[in-house]
């Protein structure tokens, strides 16, 4: 799809700020990366071997009978016993000594009987963000196992920083998206139309804004339980009024101008006129407050969480991780690892956003 001269200059001033557009680069590596946390962090393999068929533990649900094991359940990878049953085939030698058997089998030859040795590839981190290690102290230092340590639980922090920043960066790009499509809607119908309806409007808007979202959403938690989509729909339902206001100014100033009475005297519909002469030019106020609300939903999500209030306690999340931090005075990398994931996560959507409004600006312009 070929862009429009406007959106092809808007695009040209986006690369031409080189910080938002390599803020943009490392913000999408960033994010695709944690798409796939399931193949970068987990304690089951992204592929294995077994008697000449390939599994995919990470996607599919495999009983430990599939390997020849006993039990119905799902097959436990980090135990020595299954990895020797995958590396031989299913030989019930597994059971006595696991580690010898499997050493023995990497040469092709398990009890001097030929076989087809299994394999396995793993994850670079092999730790799903559920997975306790008993062995040791918890929290324990970063080490090559653990490459940010573990929190009081023994969890691999680097696991639980991967899935939380997807978690956090999916929450943010839901909440913003649907709270910023009514919030515009509604500051446009408010400045568009005046009189009773922006009264009513007003009116109505001041009443919800004093609401007490944190009691709100106390007493819905106590009621429906902790879950990802409820704090969805509760942020979008107390955020969506962040951007109203600046709208709504931005639609009260440019009704009376002359494209509007000239579009007006036409027969243009009150809809082509609001959203497609007036929205392009209140864009720059609008996306001037973008970034407040992005990085408001992320904080938002990370101090429910160190509340309490957030998501589910068993979930990855990046405001659990400060908390920890805070319990645990003498586990220096919590705090880092929780510090240094908020500071460059909020700094790149800042630079990115800062790029967006300065390219929708039609004053400003980069050589």
């Known amino acids: 799809?070929?862009?429009?001269?406007?959106?092809?200059?808007?695009?040209?001033?986006?690369?031409?700020?080189?910080?938002?557009?390599?803020?943009?680069?490392?913000?999408?590596?960033?994010?695709?990366?944690?798409?796939?946390?399931?193949?970068?962090?987990?304690?089951?393999?992204?592929?294995?071997?077994?008697?000449?068929?390939?599994?995919?533990?990470?996607?599919?649900?495999?009983?430990?009978?599939?390997?020849?094991?006993?039990?119905?359940?799902?097959?436990?990878?980090?135990?020595?016993?299954?990895?020797?049953?995958?590396?031989?085939?299913?030989?019930?030698?597994?059971?006595?000594?696991?580690?010898?058997?499997?050493?023995?089998?990497?040469?092709?030859?398990?009890?001097?009987?030929?076989?087809?040795?299994?394999?396995?590839?793993?994850?670079?981190?092999?730790?799903?963000?559920?997975?306790i290690n008993n062995v040791g102290t918890a929290p324990s230092a970063p080490d090559a196992d653990h490459w940010l340590g573990t929190d009081d639980t023994a969890r691999d922090v680097a696991a639980r920083v991967i899935y939380g920043v997807r978690t956090s960066l999916l929450f943010t790009l839901i909440v913003t998206t649907v709270s910023s499509v009514i919030g515009i809607a509604a500051g446009a119908v408010q400045g568009y139309f005046g009189g009773k309806t922006d009264l009513i409007f007003q009116r109505a808007l001041e009443i919800w804004g004093s609401t007490p979202s944190l009691y709100v959403i106390i007493i819905l938690f106590a009621i429906l339980g902790r879950s990802f989509w409820l704090l969805v729909f509760v942020s979008i339902l107390f955020g969506w009024p962040a951007l109203t206001g600046v709208v709504r100014a931005e639609f009260l100033r440019a009704r009376n101008f002359e494209y509007v009475r000239a579009a007006r005297a036409l027969g243009v519909s009150d809809r082509v006129i609001m959203f497609r002469h007036i929205l392009p030019n209140a864009m720059v106020a609008t996306l001037t407050m973008l970034p407040f609300v992005v990085t408001g939903t992320i904080g938002g999500l990370a101090t429910l969480d160190y509340l309490g209030y957030g998501l589910p306690s068993s979930a990855p999340s990046l405001g659990e991780l400060a908390l920890q931090a805070k319990q645990n005075l003498q586990a220096p990398w919590l705090g880092f690892a929780a510090f240094f994931t908020f500071a460059i996560m909020l700094s790149l959507l800042v630079f990115i956003f800062e790029g967006v409004r300065d390219a929708f600006d039609p004053r400003k312009t980069f050589k």
């Open 1 to 131: 799809m070929r862009l429009s001269p406007l959106n092809q200059r808007r695009w040209r001033n986006f690369r031409a700020n080189r910080r938002a557009f390599w803020s943009l680069i490392c913000f999408l590596v960033v994010f695709v990366l944690s798409l796939f946390a399931e193949v970068l962090a987990n304690d089951k393999p992204i592929l294995l071997s077994y008697r000449g068929h390939l599994y995919v533990p990470v996607y599919r649900f495999y009983p430990e009978t599939e390997f020849g094991g006993d039990f119905r359940t799902e097959a436990i990878y980090r135990d020595p016993s299954v990895q020797c049953l995958i590396k031989t085939g299913g030989r019930e030698e597994c059971w006595d000594d696991p580690e010898a058997v499997s050493a023995e089998a990497e040469t092709g030859m398990v009890s001097g009987e030929k076989i087809e040795a299994g394999w396995m590839i793993w994850p670079p981190i092999r730790y799903h963000y559920r997975t």
